[in-house]
């Protein structure tokens, strides 16, 4: 008997769900006889759903609504929980680690291949700034969101209960870095929920909270147009939100957050969304990259000079077809993402049956973008939208996107449920720590003639 063809589709992601999901289809009459095989390394068993991120942060849907189960969507692909370590193409295997290897203590193992399919993705692009890896939280998971849920209900709780004016004054001040998609959306979402949940605290009033977004460049949210992101400053300065352009992070060392333009504010949350970058297992294969460190691709998908090498979405350079431009490539949003992954699987499929490739071409359509509760901006076929009507469009559009009819349903009847009772404000710091209750409660007691407990 010959070996079944093995496709390795690293990453589990937007890009690796969808094209393993597509492979599952076009591939399916080659699974059931055997002659081909889909194995899928992720390091979690799930897909984020990362525009619902700022929804879930907010209690608007439930973190386990905006992830979807690979193993029950991919039911015909083997899925590994690991991380790839490294790719040598040229001898056709990954090295990676499991968490059964982890167990074992076995260190890594090798998996080999006959197709691979890069969708790593991407990760947080930091930039060393003193504090920021000991004080600083991103935005890219669902872990991350719930937490920053969690933190910022517990810094209202603290400031209702202290008696150190400087110590309320850095928990009720909330610094953003970052004017994109992730930081504005995260910012708007969880500034109308704290403004709701002061409601309940008898000394903790709206006003009292300071919300700081900070961005480099002169325009948040570039991709909605000008018009638009200007909207989407006043917008926010109306509800004292202090946008500052052109400014950087300098320092949040020993929790007082220091910008470029000389301001410093004593703060005990900093949320860093200021980009991307490539994610770092590109580095460590032998495909070309680009000056980006992303995988130069072709526009049918395939690494660039390479055969039986295959990339979409964030990790890859593929080449925009639509505009007369040498060099012009595919922005790295969700998009080309989803719209790549269908051109990739029935590419991969036509090349195990011998069959000629056909090329990505997609136009830019427009963005949305939400401002929290009924408000939000849009820049969609050349019309631009703001209020209530770009919001709407916002939500329309990404539950026409999240996958799988479950989850659409499920996150429909939370909107629904939302808009008839009030928000959720319940803090579970205790997730983060499970095991804290337990490990006091079987710790040894303390000595007789130590300190009685309050």
Not at 119 to 135: F, N, W
Not at 159 to 175: E, H, K, M, Q, Y
Not at 202 to 209: F, G, S, T, Y
Not at 230 to 258: F, H, K, M, P, Q
Request: hydrophobic share 40%.
């Amino acid at each position: 008997m010959t070996e079944p063809a093995r496709i390795l589709v690293v990453g589990g992601g937007y890009v690796g769900m969808y094209t393993a999901l597509r492979l599952q289809r076009q591939l399916k009459a080659e699974l059931r006889s055997g002659a081909a095989e889909i194995v899928v390394v992720t390091p979690d068993p799930y897909m984020t759903y990362q525009p619902f991120l700022p929804e879930a942060a907010a209690g608007s849907i439930s973190p386990r609504h905006v992830v979807v189960p690979l193993r029950r969507l991919l039911d015909g692909c083997r899925i590994v929980i690991g991380e790839v370590h490294s790719v040598d193409h040229a001898e056709r295997t990954v090295t990676l680690s499991t968490l059964a290897t982890e167990e074992e203590g076995t260190g890594t193992t090798r998996l080999t291949y006959d197709e691979l399919v890069i969708a790593a993705g991407s990760v947080s692009r930091t930039l060393p700034v003193p504090g920021l890896a000991d004080y600083a939280i991103g935005f890219k998971t669902v872990e991350e969101a719930i937490g920053l849920r969690n933190h910022v209900i517990e810094q209202m709780d603290i400031a209702s209960s202290t008696r150190d004016p400087a110590l309320r004054d850095a928990a009720l001040t909330f610094v953003f870095v970052g004017g994109g998609y992730a930081g504005v959306e995260a910012l708007a979402e969880l500034e109308d929920m704290a403004r709701y949940t002061a409601r309940y605290y008898h000394n903790v009033k709206p006003e009292d909270l300071r919300w700081i977004l900070v961005e480099a460049s002169d325009r948040i949210l570039p991709e909605v147009g000008e018009e638009m992101g200007r909207y989407a400053i006043r917008e926010l300065r109306g509800r004292n939100i202090d946008v500052r352009l052109g400014t950087r992070l300098e320092s949040c060392e020993d929790r007082v957050a220091v910008l470029s333009d000389g301001t410093r504010f004593p703060t005990r949350t900093v949320v860093w969304t200021a980009g991307v970058k490539p994610a770092p297992v590109l580095a460590s294969t032998d495909l070309p990259l680009d000056e980006r460190g992303r995988l130069r691709c072709t526009a049918e998908l395939t690494v660039e000079g390479v055969e039986h090498a295959w990339a979409a979405g964030d990790a890859a350079a593929v080449p925009d077809v639509t505009v007369d431009e040498p060099g012009r490539t595919c922005a790295p949003n969700a998009q080309h993402a989803v719209r790549q992954t269908k051109v990739l699987a029935e590419n991969i499929a036509a090349s195990l049956r011998g069959q000629p490739l056909k090329e990505y071409a997609h136009k830019y359509v427009g963005s949305v973008a939400s401002l929290g509760l009924h408000q939000g901006v849009a820049h969609i076929y050349g019309r631009k939208l703001k209020g209530y009507p770009a919001w709407f469009m916002h939500r329309a559009y990404h539950l026409s996107r999240v996958p799988t009819f479950n989850r659409k349903a499920r996150v429909l009847a939370e909107w629904t449920l939302s808009g008839l009772f009030k928000r959720e404000i319940v803090s579970l710091g205790s997730l983060e720590h499970p095991r804290a209750e337990f490990e006091l409660a079987a710790a040894p007691p303390p000595p007789k003639n130590g300190p009685r407990p309050l």
